[in-house]
């Protein structure tokens, strides 16, 4: 490619707008970047531990102590025994001091080592529906290893051996078996999710606004004219900077994920990749759809903030789109997002077969013919004049 050609002309054209617009130097790097450190630094510990439990003892037993300290062995929790009444627990319940309350009434001790069972109440705040289903399974674990230990003892009392006691009390055991998320991490689940709705944000969002400030501005023929008349010149140049500035963004965001938060790669990498360089691409060509179709710079860039936020919502991470009813199955495919974390999902979790990606790259392709056909309308709205300085 000669030194005149027009894509190089135009490109040239846009270096030299980026370096002139701190909007769009906020937009293509510093913003992701920024928002990249945020995510790692908030979920670095990957899986939350000492939360605070308030433990109201009515018991004051041998036993009661050993509940508490089991409990406050358990990473999730970090028992406070400063409580001696359930109003005051319940009150810095409500008050956020403590995420959980453990009620050991009187008797306790008592009704267990005479042979009765004895109810030991939990109060959870439920608000943090993924923090609350960790603190009762952590703590329901140790009290049934406690309550285990108790049996175990009075069935050796009896006269049986310790293979028949166990099988007393645990006649059916289960084995479990978490193959894709074993630490149960937050990293696991939400910065796979999270990071890359910031890249797409980012990605559209910068892209409708260079795009759709040559509309905004009137400068739609100066930049076609830098491309000898040829939109698609325009486009390829105009676009190609932000491209690569996303790439490398990506290439950033995966060091973050896999190198820094630990998230296991079990699949091919190069299929992550390209999937993430579509990924990029499909944004950039629906920020052409959005500007074809509205050619109205703000309207555009208030749909592309909506548009690329709801895509996480409806990808499957947080609720599957197999149980979604139809309208929610059939809108979760208007995201390119939603095609992508499939590639993903099976390339870094799972190791799925390489096969497996080939559907949903193919999907990606799609939205980039989508946003292809408003390529002559595009032209037609830069080259005239009533569009020009809408907002």
């Known amino acids: 490619m000669s030194n005149n050609h027009p894509i190089q002309r135009v490109m040239k054209r846009e270096f030299e707008i980026i370096s002139g617009k701190w ?43 050993l509940i508490s300290r089991m409990t406050d062995a358990t990473p999730i929790a970090a028992v406070d025994r400063s409580y001696t009444n359930l109003y005051d627990a319940q009150n810095a319940l409500e008050k956020g001091k403590v995420d959980a309350i453990l009620f050991l009434p ?27 289903g960790l603190m009762n399974s952590g703590i329901r674990k140790a009290l049934s290893t406690l309550s ?36 149960i991490s937050y990293s696991y689940f939400l910065t796979l999710g999270l990071m890359p709705v910031i890249l797409i944000v980012f990605t559209l969002l910068g892209t409708t606004y260079a795009i759709g400030n040559e509309l905004l501005r009137g400068t739609g023929p100066q930049w076609i004219n830098a491309a000898d008349g040829n939109i698609i010149y325009a486009l390829c140049g105009k676009i190609f900077p932000y491209t690569i500035f996303f790439t490398i963004i990506a290439v950033f965001m995966n060091i973050m994920l896999f190198h820094n938060l630990g998230l296991p790669l079990n ?125």
């Not at 293979?163 to 978490?178: E, G, W, Y």
């Open 23 to 65: 909007t769009l130097i906020m937009l293509t790097f510093i913003g992701p970047l920024l928002a990249f450190w945020l995510i790692m630094l908030i979920f670095s510990s990957n899986v939350p531990h000492d939360l605070p439990v308030a433990l109201v003892d009515q018991d004051n037993t041998s036993l009661s102590r």
């Open 106 to 132: 009187e008797h306790t001790e008592k009704e267990i080592l005479s042979g009765r069972s004895s109810t030991i109440v939990l109060y959870l705040n439920n608000a943090n529906v993924v923090k609350s």
């Open 148 to 183: 285990a230990g108790i049996k175990l003892k009075k069935q050796l009392q009896s006269g049986k051996t310790q293979k028949q006691a166990m099988a007393a009390i645990m006649p059916v055991q289960l084995h479990s078996v978490v193959l894709f998320n074993p630490y």
């Open 267 to 391: 699949g091919k990498l190069y299929i992550i990749l390209f999937s993430e360089f579509l990924l990029i691409v499909s944004y950039q060509f629906m920020s052409i759809f959005l500007l074809g179709l509205f050619s109205n710079l703000r309207l555009c860039l208030s749909l592309g903030s909506a548009y690329s936020m709801l895509a996480l919502t409806y990808s499957g991470l947080t609720f599957p789109v197999t149980d979604m009813p139809a309208f929610g199955q059939a809108f979760a495919g208007i995201f390119p997002f939603t095609y992508w974390l499939k590639i993903f999902i099976s390339q870094s979790l799972r190791g799925e077969p390489s096969i497996n990606s080939v559907i949903p790259i193919f999907s990606l392709f799609v939205f980039i013919l989508l946003g292809s056909l408003f390529i002559p309308r595009l032209k037609f709205l830069m080259l005239n004049k009533k569009y020009w300085g809408k907002y």
